[in-house]
């Protein structure tokens, strides 16, 4: 419950500050039509809120008259019931808010089952556009219909989610392809949507006082925009598919360069089983789609010095024996020598060498940790502890949905007994985007209930330790890696 009322709180939290921001938008002179097209969305997640709010006092009304018996089946019709409309509202959006819920719908077990199906619906499906607009942009982009620049196309989406939407198609030469297509005035609609999150952001300043939201802000902010340029998007899974060609269990769609545009991606087309199929499998297929999304997460952050950062169950296809497909890179963040060292600097003071103090010092000196006499290093060390645990020891350990949900009060509960060191924490602009390894890799492995040694595999692909295979699919890697030369 304690979990429960922290995510929700927050996003009360959330449509309270739209609620500001549309109020007001209404005390100022009649906006353009693009700035009132953010206030509109804002009202509309207010509005949602407040009947939310409505509908909660009339339901706690009716809970209070009931014989006990009754009450859970009105809890649960209730959570139901906000839960439609909270996923119906941003589904409709086409935006950054809908990327939130997006967001929320895998983080936190702790959410009410309602709340976590509806707000599922989002990763992967939202309300497509109407093939008339679809066809626009295809023409506009690449100067043809899409009936003739493509053998055969399909008007109806396979796929519909917060950007843009994904047709199947065949090529003129045989290949069937997926042409991922943005929505119209999508990007003017989320470029909005940033000029006005500083509120939200400001809110979470207030909450965590160790944070600075400045460098927050500006992260996200470069990271979301860059999903808006498919050409972008383009680049970053060249990068990945160069990468991982011919690897035994990775895969990587190819990029259609002579198909694609800003707006109009054409990528081979990937099939496979989806994350809710995967999770009524065998605990060892289970275990084995976990641990290739687990080296592909850490080879990619410490080899490629790049990291996939939509680490959400939408993303990925499952084909058995560990053979997975990683879809969309349009938050792909690079990082540059300095910041994957500062990350295997830690990973050595906490992990290799238990140096708390070392490992306190060099959190410091980067401005992750303020300097405070009142955080004693077995505060420290039970604090940042938690998000290295999984690597900790050299033995057999099992993720759980209950891992996930305390890396996400970790995170946010500012009235627990880490609550000290969390509001003297700080989120370095390198930090922003990998901690969604935290925040999301961690919940999709508690889902699988991943079970590994964990330690043996990541001292494979930390490059301070560069360990020999210690499993059937890390020698199958290190054979792939011998051939490449």
Known sequence: MARTRLLLGGAAAAVAAAALAARAGRRRPR????????????????????????????????????????????????????????????GNMKGALMKLGQMAGYLDDGLPEAFRDALASLQHDAPPMAPELCAQV??????????????????????AASIGQVHRART??????????????VDA??????????VLFRALALLFPGLDPAPLVAELRARLVEELDYRIEAAN????????????????????????????????FATGAR????????????DLAAETIFRFVFRSLYRLHAFNGDPHPGNYLFAGDGVVTFLDFGLVKRYRPEEVALFEELIRHMVLEHDIGRFRETLEAHRILRRDPAIGDDDVRAYFGHFYEFVMEDRVVTFDPGYASETVRRFFDVSGPYAHVAKASNVPPAFVITQRI????????GRLRATANFRRIAEE?????????????????????????
């Open 31 to 90: 906006a353009p039509v693009r700035a009132r097209g953010v206030a509109t969305r804002h009202a509309r997640l207010a509005l949602t809120g407040a009947r939310s709010g409505v509908a909660h006092a009339v339901h706690r009304a009716r809970r209070a008259a009931a014989p006990p018996e009754r009450r859970r089946e009105l809890d649960e019709a209730h959570q139901l019931r906000t839960a439609a409309q909270v996923a119906e509202t941003l």
């Open 138 to 159: 295809v023409r506009e982009e690449l100067g043809a219909e899409p009936e003739r620049l493509f053998a055969s196309w399909d008007p109806v989406p396979v796929a």
């Open 172 to 185: 003129h030469e045989g290949c069937d392809v997926a042409v991922k297509v943005q929505y119209p005035g």
């Open 189 to 198: 609609a989320i470029r909005a949507d940033l000029t006005t999150t500083d």
């Open 237 to 268: 899974q060249r990068l990945f598919a160069s990468y991982y060609e011919g690897h035994p269990f990775i895969r990587v769609p190819r990029v259609h360069d002579h198909l694609s545009t800003a707006r109009v991606l054409t990528t081979d």
């Open 275 to 286: 994350f809710a199929e995967v999770e009524g499998w065998s605990q060892h297929e289970r």
């Open 438 to 445: 935290n925040l999301g890799l961690h919940a999709v492995l």
């Open 461 to 485: 692909l930390w490059p301070i330790v560069d360990g020999p295979p210690s499993t059937p699919m890390g020698e199958a890697e290190a054979a792939w890696l011998a051939a490449r030369g």
